[in-house]
């Protein structure tokens, strides 16, 4: 017996992916994933079945982790590089003016 551990939805609708799961003679496990499409009359149908060993959901489970961290959001990577100030150069210019008798008022000459 295959019991139902999860359903995807597809496009509009009329698609789905079943996870399935059976237990063997020994508890073994093996998983399917079930490509279902919606017809009328005859309702949910099977298109393709995939059987997975523990070995092969393992190494899907990776993949996937791996594919979802490259489609993260970009903003988390901004995240990371944000926090550095850098010193707005003028300042620079103002204390050197300052010893200088300069006043705060004049402003700088840039050549």
């Known amino acids: 017996m295959k019991d139902v551990v999860g ?16 237990r063997g003679e020994e508890n073994e ?10 017809g009328e009359g005859i309702g949910w149908y099977p298109q393709k079945t995939i059987r997975l060993d ?6 899907l489970r990776i993949v996937l982790k791996r594919a979802e961290k490259l489609l993260e959001p970009k903003r988390i990577a901004k995240k990371q590089t944000r926090g550095k100030v850098l010193p707005f150069p003028l300042v ?18 840039l050549i």
């Open 7 to 22: 359903i995807l939805k597809g496009r509009e609708g009329t698609e789905r992916v079943e996870i399935l799961l059976s």
């Open 29 to 38: 496990g093996k998983f399917y994933l079930r490509f279902l499409s919606w």
């Open 54 to 59: 523990s070995r092969q959901l393992h190494t």
């Open 92 to 109: 620079r210019f103002e204390r050197e003016r300052h010893r200088e008798g300069e006043s705060a008022t004049t402003p700088p000459v």
